[in-house]
C-alpha cells in the first residue's frame, strides 16, 4: 500500500532538528533556509543535514555542533539530490558496504558482508564505524548481533542512489 502524506509544517520541522543533532548551534537563517529547501520532507532534512556533516561543513566544539550560515551551494534541489550528496560524501569503501549490505537485505550479519566483501577485519571495522557514526547503519533491533538500516525507506534509496551514482558493482 502507498500512503500520500501531506508534507510536515515548519514548526513540525525545526522541532526534528535537536533530534537529528542534539543541541545543536544553528543561526535562525540556515534554520529558515533548510526549512524552505526541504519543502516539508522529514528527509530531505536528514539527509542534507547528514551531508553537511560529511562534508565538513558542521563542526564541533565543546561538545556541541555548530553549523555555518548556509549558502546555496550548500542545499540540494531535492530530495535526490541531498541523497546524493550524502552519497558522494561518503568514502567509496563505505558506499560499497552500504550497497552490497542493501543487496543482502534490511539486516543483516556483519560477518556474511565481510565476506562479501572481502575486506581485512581491521578495515572492515572502520567501515561499519563510518557507516554507524553517520546513522547510514544501526544495530538492529532483532537483540542478535545484525545490523540494518535505520528505516524502511532506508534500503531502497541505497540501491536506488547506487544507480544514480553510476556505481558498477
Same mark, same amino acid.
Given at each position: 500500500? &502507498?500512503?500520500?502524506?501531506?508534507? /510536515? !509544517?515548519?514548526? @513540525? =520541522?525545526?522541532?526534528?532538528?535537536? $533530534?537529528?543533532?542534539?543541541?545543536? +548551534?544553528?543561526?535562525?537563517?540556515?534554520?529558515?533556509?533548510?526549512?524552505?529547501?526541504?519543502?516539508?520532507?522529514?528527509?530531505?532534512?536528514?539527509?542534507?543535514?547528514?551531508?553537511?556533516?560529511?562534508?565538513?561543513?558542521?563542526?564541533?566544539?565543546?561538545? &556541541?555542533?555548530?553549523?555555518?550560515? /548556509? !549558502?546555496?551551494? @550548500? =542545499?540540494?534541489?531535492?530530495?535526490? $539530490?541531498?541523497?546524493?550528496?550524502? +552519497?558522494?560524501?561518503?568514502?567509496?569503501?563505505?558506499?560499497?558496504?552500504?550497497?552490497?549490505?542493501?543487496?543482502?537485505?534490511?539486516?543483516?550479519?556483519?560477518?556474511?558482508?565481510?565476506?562479501?566483501?572481502?575486506?581485512?577485519?581491521?578495515?572492515?571495522?572502520?567501515?561499519?564505524?563510518?557507516?554507524?557514526?553517520?546513522?547510514? =547503519?544501526?544495530?538492529?533491533?532483532? $537483540?542478535?548481533?545484525?545490523?540494518?538500516?535505520?528505516?524502511?525507506?532506508?534500503?531502497?534509496?541505497?540501491?536506488?542512489?547506487?544507480?544514480?551514482?553510476?556505481?558498477?558493482?
Amino acid at each position: 500500500a &502507498r500512503f500520500n502524506l501531506l508534507p /510536515l !509544517s515548519a514548526e @513540525d =520541522l525545526c522541532q526534528m532538528i535537536p $533530534g537529528i543533532l542534539q543541541d545543536a +548551534a544553528m543561526s535562525n537563517e540556515s534554520v529558515a533556509r533548510l526549512i524552505v529547501a526541504s519543502q516539508g520532507n522529514p528527509l530531505y532534512l536528514e539527509e542534507t543535514v547528514r551531508s553537511l556533516l560529511l562534508r565538513g561543513r558542521m563542526k564541533q566544539s565543546g561538545g &556541541r555542533w555548530t553549523m555555518p550560515e /548556509l !549558502s546555496p551551494t @550548500d =542545499l540540494s534541489r531535492d530530495l535526490a $539530490g541531498a541523497i546524493k550528496a550524502v +552519497a558522494e560524501a561518503l568514502p567509496t569503501g563505505a558506499n560499497t558496504l552500504l550497497l552490497r549490505a542493501a543487496v543482502i537485505g534490511t539486516r543483516f550479519d556483519p560477518e556474511l558482508l565481510q565476506e562479501v566483501l572481502g575486506e581485512a577485519d581491521t578495515e572492515m571495522l572502520d567501515l561499519i564505524d563510518e557507516v554507524r557514526r553517520t546513522r547510514l =547503519l544501526v544495530p538492529s533491533e532483532s $537483540g542478535q548481533d545484525l545490523l540494518s538500516f535505520p528505516a524502511a525507506h532506508a534500503r531502497p534509496i541505497r540501491l536506488q542512489t547506487s544507480d544514480a551514482t553510476g556505481q558498477k558493482e
